[in-house]
């Protein structure tokens, strides 16, 4: 099974709002990881959890905050976002280890800002 | 600076042909390399990968193969259907960084012409 399941599947907000994007894995995989991808343009990694611990940050402004309950869960918490943040959010996830990992994707949660 | 370039935005074929897709990288220490392809509205689906000590890796109607010399990878796909129109990408990861460091190409879209 190689499943990444998330939510919602859209959500529009306004400028204003908080709200919350979730993933959820059941194969075992240590790492989790949170990709933006905007159309015609490859998925850009935003963040990279490993054994439930923030690993990697690349440089996302702060209205953008992850979350790893456990490890089968990863949240993305959203604040005060602006209407260039529309865009797919991807989660995705990996085996923990030095080499050849391949990263499975889930469908994504399409974001509206309004 | 791009690591993983896909030089063909697009590329139309005749259904029941052969399709390649190329990708060039740039970094001697990937060791990783994997095509994805992806639906609109929907998340990237992990198709085939390959180590670098393999110059082929076969599944199906898809073949990847892998001239480090000329750091180059391609995806064959034989025959090609209709329902193999979609964009795909190209990634490669370092050597001993897991899937942390992934780098993407551009991607190409693929039209399968019935």
């Known amino acids: 099974d190689t499943e990444v399941t998330q939510t919602p599947k859209h959500l529009v907000m306004g400028m204003t709002n908080k709200k919350s994007l979730k993933c959820e894995q059941h194969m075992g995989h240590r790492a989790m990881y949170w990709y933006k991808q905007k159309a015609k343009k490859p998925p850009e990694l935003m963040f990279v959890?490993?054994?439930?611990?923030?690993?990697i940050n690349e440089s996302v402004p702060s209205r953008f905050s992850p979350e790893c309950p456990n490890s089968s869960l990863l949240n993305l918490h959203l604040h005060a976002l602006q209407p260039e943040d529309s865009a797919l959010y991807l989660c995705a996830s990996s085996p923990w280890g030095a080499s050849g990992n391949t990263i499975y994707f889930g469908e994504g949660s399409w974001l509206t800002v309004v | 600076d791009q690591q993983v370039k896909q030089n063909s935005p697009s590329l139309s074929v005749q259904e029941g042909r052969i399709s390649i897709l190329n990708c060039d990288y740039t970094n001697s220490m990937f060791d990783y390399f994997l095509w994805y392809k992806k639906y609109p509205a929907e998340g990237p689906t992990f198709l085939i990968s390959?180590?670098?000590?393999?110059d082929k890796n076969e599944d199906g109607r898809f073949t990847v193969f892998l001239n480090k010399s000329a750091k180059h990878l391609s995806l064959h796909i034989v025959p090609s259907q209709p329902g193999d129109s979609a964009v795909y990408f190209c990634a490669a990861s370092p050597r001993n960084t897991g899937g942390f460091k992934t780098i993407f190409g551009a991607g190409t879209r693929l039209f399968v012409k019935a």
């Open positions: 390959i180590s670098s000590i393999k």
């Open positions: 959890y490993s054994y439930e611990k923030l690993s």
